[in-house]
């Protein structure tokens, strides 16, 4: 069992950045591919962004909305993944949620068919 906590969520204006973080309880971490997803009021909970689980050559991946705008890394020494989002717009408000997977392809990061999910934190983006 894996617990994740995210943190970070908040308040911003358009333009502005936040920075979205995701503590993992697990002394494998590294074994775990790590995903932002977003669920806006009223919508389906969509793929933000998703880092793959290979130690020596981490690979990205970025829906094509926030692609340039948004920055997902992780740190192994803190058990941690993080979500830099810069050049906020009001559609990028909803609640966030951090994501684990333990299996699947580099191609299939964007499925929601991950393990593990932390409870949420919220961003709010005012214009």
């Known amino acids: 069992q894996v617990q994740l906590v995210e943190s970070g969520g908040g308040l911003v204006q358009a333009g502005g950045s936040l920075r979205l973080s995701c503590a993992a309880s697990?002394?494998?971490?590294?074994?775990?591919?790590m995903g932002w997803f977003r669920q806006a009021p009223g919508k389906e909970r969509e793929f933000v962004a998703a880092?793959?689980?290979?130690?020596?050559?981490?690979?990205?991946m970025y829906t094509d909305s926030v692609k340039g705008r948004f920055t997902i890394s992780r740190d192994y020494a803190k058990n941690t993944v993080y979500l830099q989002m810069n050049s906020l717009k009001p559609e990028d408000t909803g609640v966030y949620y951090c994501?684990?997977?333990?299996?699947?392809?580099?191609?299939?990061?964007?499925?929601?068919?991950?393990?593990?999910w932390g409870q949420g934190t919220q961003v709010t983006v005012s214009s």
């Open positions: 994501a684990a997977r333990r299996s699947g392809s580099y191609s299939e990061m964007g499925r929601s068919d991950y393990d593990y």
């Open positions: 880092i793959s689980r290979t130690w020596s050559s981490s690979n990205t």
């Open positions: 697990t002394r494998t971490f590294s074994s775990y591919d």
